[in-house]
């Protein structure tokens, strides 16, 4: 069984930063795409940012430059860096990565979400 780990939400005011990680555990041979999505009430699931493992990333319009992702093979660990943060980036926050196994079909899976609160 594998398993996302997020964490870094929390409240902060408009125009400040906050860092989200999220933390892969269990049995499996490696992770290709890492991404996060959020989730804002009343909205659907949408992507913000993707890194593949070699380094690769893109971002939903709405962040870029102002969200970065980065990741560390060697902890199997991703992290969203997210600032001049806007009350419109609230929602809850979702690790997604695409696990590669040797004897078994690959696998997609999801954090159980952390929130971030943008408001003054």
């Known amino acids: 069984q594998v398993q996302l780990v997020e964490s870094g939400g929390g409240l902060v005011q408009p125009g400040g930063s906050l860092r989200l990680s999220c933390a892969a555990a269990g049995t499996y041979f490696s992770i290709n795409d890492m991404s996060w999505y959020r989730q804002a009430p009343g909205k659907e699931r949408e992507l913000v940012a993707v890194i593949t493992r070699t380094g690769f990333t893109n971002y939903a319009d709405s962040v870029k430059g102002r969200f970065t992702i980065s990741r560390d093979n060697a902890k199997n660990r991703v992290y969203l860096e997210m600032n001049s943060l806007k009350p419109e980036d609230t929602a809850v926050y979702y690790c997604?990565?695409?696990?590669?196994?040797?004897?078994?079909?690959?696998?997609?899976?999801w954090g159980q979400g952390t929130l971030a609160t943008v408001s003054s």
């Open positions: 997604n990565a695409r696990v590669i196994f040797i004897n078994r079909p690959n696998l997609e899976v």
